[in-house]
């Protein structure tokens, strides 16, 4: 991979309501999107039952939970976690747009912001291939 090389593509197909995120080197679907408005870059993750958010993503998309908002915790690859239920107002890639998404911001253990399944069920469809993931709306 060169530098400069962008790890992921995401393109529309010209059509509101799709997205095309194409498989990167590392063997993961990363994409770009639009957080309230704000850019961020999400690994998909069906194996996760929600949006979720590291801290300090979570701060820079102006997502702020308060300490008393740490009601639950989760379980991630590194141990258990404090965590936020959140809702987000827009999540963009793309075509795509879905509003009120429901997430989780964790206080740690979490390094990138993952694009689980309470984005990905409330999709049309949406459809993984050898090398591309195609998300409808």
């Given amino acids: ?6 790890i992921s593509d995401v393109r529309d197909e010209r059509r509101a309501g799709n997205a095309v995120i194409r498989k990167a080197a590392d063997g993961h679907f990363w ?3 639009r957080v309230n ?7 998909v993750d069906t194996g996760a039952s929600y ?3 590291p801290y300090s993503d979570a701060r820079r998309l102006d997502v ?9 915790v989760m379980q991630t690859a590194n141990g258990p976690t404090r965590a936020a239920p959140v809702m987000l107002r827009e999540i963009r890639i793309s075509g795509v747009t879905l509003t ?10 979490l390094d990138t912001p993952l694009l689980g ?3 990905l069920n409330r999709l049309r469809s949406f459809e993984a291939r ?4 195609r998300l409808k709306s």
Avoid at 64 to 72: H, L, S
Avoid at 101 to 109: K, Y
Wanted: hydrophobic share 40%; charged share 25%.
């Fill in 130 to 133: 050898a090398d591309t993931l």
């Fill in 51 to 53: 949006v979720a958010l």
């Fill in 117 to 119: 399944m309470s984005f």
């Fill in 100 to 109: 009120n998404v429901q997430a989780v911001v964790l206080q740690d253990g």
């Fill in 31 to 33: 994409t770009d999107a």
């Fill in 64 to 72: 702020r939970p308060r300490e008393e908002d740490f009601t639950a």
């Fill in 37 to 43: 408005g704000r850019s961020t870059r999400f690994m």
């Fill in 1 to 6: 991979e060169q530098i400069g090389e962008p």
